[in-house]
């Protein structure tokens, strides 16, 4: 799939399509507690299994989660080693669960660091929800937007080419590891700070950008809700003015309108989100 909000204005939405998440906050969720760092994290995987859900009810089709960053190295070896079990018990224990309610999961990032068998569990998980579609959940393991781009820049220019063509958007977009994905709508980060934090690099261009104080472990429906109506609220431009905003809006009304007309089906809806 290739879309690009630098080439093409997506069509406005009332839900988003893709939400990327960076989960931030176990640490001081567990600090707050007098419990150790990791049991922040054991947490946090429930506030995962929450929002996957709330996404699924929520009719989004793309959640990607950021779970261990290409920097997360740096942290103390038990910690680095936790996230790992925590990883490939998740690997282990929910796929059955995702593959029976339809859930696609990918794993993007390098897993060689991980070992062949986290690596392995990975593919396999992959392959057996492969042709599930109701909502594709990327989990971002020793990934780093820097390095995507960088195996993206050598995998395209290792292709193949006439002398003298230059490259463009397509060329590169189809070996980033989000190539299967449209382009995030929102991301959302918990735990107060207000960085990107090598996520994403790429395909944030035009994402509407979301903090929350709240701390990852804490994060519910109702956190995912507040989020998605702040969504709702912005006026996505996309490089436009603010009256071709409201200008293609009322064009778009008026053939959901035409068409309500034609099929004779409802009176026409003036009161749903004319969302920018
Ligand atoms: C950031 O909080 C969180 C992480 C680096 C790991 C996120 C992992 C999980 C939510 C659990 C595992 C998830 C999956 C999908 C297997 P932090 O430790 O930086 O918190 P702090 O800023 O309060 O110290």
């Known amino acids: 799939m290739f879309t690009s909000t630098t080439e093409s204005v997506p069509a406005p939405r009332a839900v988003p399509r893709h939400v990327a998440i960076i989960m931030d906050g176990n640490g001081r969720w567990a600090r707050a507690r007098f419990l150790p760092r990791v049991a922040g994290h054991r947490r946090g995987l429930e506030a995962v299994r929450e929002t996957v859900k709330a996404c699924v009810e929520r009719g989004i089709e793309f959640l990607t989660l950021f779970a261990f960053s290409s920097e997360n190295w740096r942290r103390p070896a038990e910690e680095v080693s936790v996230l790992q079990q925590l990883f490939r018990a998740a690997l282990e224990q929910e796929v059955s669960k995702l593959h029976e309610v339809g859930i696609r999961l990918r794993v993007i990032g390098d897993l060689e660091p991980f070992g062949e068998t986290v690596a392995g569990l ?150 749903g989100p004319r969302h920018g």
């Open 122 to 271: 990975a593919r396999k998980a992959e392959a057996l929800t492969a042709e599930n579609s109701r909502l594709t959940l990327s989990i971002a393991a020793n990934y780093g937007g820097r390095w995507d781009l960088m195996q993206a820049v050598n995998r395209m220019t290792r292709e193949p080419r006439p002398a003298g063509v230059g490259y463009g958007e397509r060329d590169l977009a189809r070996h980033l590891a989000l190539s299967y994905a449209p382009e995030p709508d929102l991301f959302i980060r918990t735990g107060g700070e207000q960085r990107i934090s090598n996520f994403c690099l790429w395909q944030l261009a035009y994402t509407e950008l979301y903090f929350t104080p709240t701390l990852w472990p804490d994060f519910n429906r109702a956190a995912l809700d507040a989020a998605i109506a702040s969504f709702c609220e912005r006026e996505r431009r996309f490089g436009r003015t603010s009256e071709q905003v409201s200008a293609a809006a009322r064009g778009e009304a008026r053939s959901e309108d035409a068409m309500a007309a034609f099929l004779g089906t409802s009176e026409p809806d003036e009161s």
